[in-house]
């Protein structure tokens, strides 16, 4: 019996579960290679899963067989094949940690080759407007409510003068974040450790809500450029303690180049939690930050 099931690995890939004890698994595969052949692309490249002896015809059609560990710590030595791949852990873990390796190993060898080419596709993002790119955005985030023991002035004062968070407490140090005034609201940023570099501005600002909007330059994986927009909401609840602002973040990021886009779509499982933890440490900081300044503040009253 041969049936399929979509997974939520990564988008738009199809994954297929081979289950009989009787028939040919190999042949079985061979028969869906030929229908993605004849139906939907000449080229494909195929991944298989498993653990046992039976499953080996399987195991030696495909390109990149992977023998899973078995839940007794063990694998089938019966199993020998020259391009075999091993899971480093059971069940669905170990097989997640696998296929990410080999994705990652394909996509930085596309981009090395690209590297070594003039990109034909670059598109000027820099020049579109903000709500552009949150519209057109090549990967965007939602980030959790953020908690911050502040009056709305300490915030909005922050929000408009945002070269003061690298000023107040030793939360940024140099090396994570170095912010340059240029003048007519237009920053400059460098991020050494994360190889960022760019300019932004505060691109909107409307009652509770301000955007910024910016371009700049990373090498994270792969060295690319594009435009970002940082949309921040907040709304202020007072309590016995004194005044909070709840602040929610969506970050929108848009590709230069239509191709690297489509890789950074494609290496999404690898590139998202790293840009979830960027921006959460950010996020961190800033609170640190503006909560002391608050704290400064009361205590001169």
């Not at 908690?147 to 004062?157: A, G, P, W």
């Not at 003068?161 to 460098?190: A, M, P, Q, S, W």
């Not at 239509?258 to 939690?273: I, Q, T, Y």
Request: glycine share 6%; hydrophobic share 40%; charged share 25%.
């Amino acid at each position: 019996m041969i049936y399929s099931s979509r997974l939520n690995f990564m988008e738009g890939e199809r994954f297929h579960h081979v289950f009989s004890t009787t028939i040919d698994k190999g042949k079985a595969v061979r028969m869906l290679i030929n229908i993605y052949k004849n139906n939907f692309i000449d080229s494909i490249k195929t991944i298989g899963l498993d653990d046992s002896l039976i499953d080996l015809p399987m195991l030696a059609t495909v390109d990149i067989p992977i023998l899973v560990k078995k839940a007794s710590e063990n694998y089938d030595k019966r199993i020998q094949l020259p391009n075999l791949i091993y899971t480093d852990g059971i069940g669905p873990e170990g097989w997640n940690r696998a296929i990410l390796k080999i994705f990652k190993n394909m996509i930085s060898i596309v981009l090395i080759c690209i590297s070594l080419i003039k990109p034909a596709s670059a598109e000027p993002i820099s020049g579109h407007n903000v709500h552009y790119i949150i519209d057109n955005s090549t990967i965007t985030r939602i980030q959790k409510p953020l908690v911050i023991r502040t009056d709305r002035e300490t915030l909005e004062y922050f929000m408009e003068h945002v070269e003061e968070l690298t000023r107040h407490g030793k939360d940024f140090r140099k090396k994570e974040l170095l912010l340059e005034v240029k003048g007519n609201g237009r920053y400059g940023i460098h991020m050494p450790a994360k190889h960022i570099t760019g300019e932004f501005e505060l691109a909107e600002q409307k009652p509770q809500k301000v955007i910024y909007m910016g371009h700049g330059n990373a090498a994270i994986f792969f060295n690319f450029s594009g435009s970002v927009a940082l949309e921040i909401d907040y709304t202020t609840q007072n309590y016995p303690r004194g005044p909070y602002e709840n602040v929610k973040t969506a970050v929108h990021l848009k590709f230069d180049n239509a191709f690297l886009a489509f890789l950074a779509k494609a290496a999404s499982p690898v590139l998202v939690p790293k840009l979830d933890k960027l921006i959460s440490k950010l996020a961190t900081k800033t609170k640190n930050v503006v909560e002391t300044a608050y704290a400064n503040k009361k205590s001169t009253k």
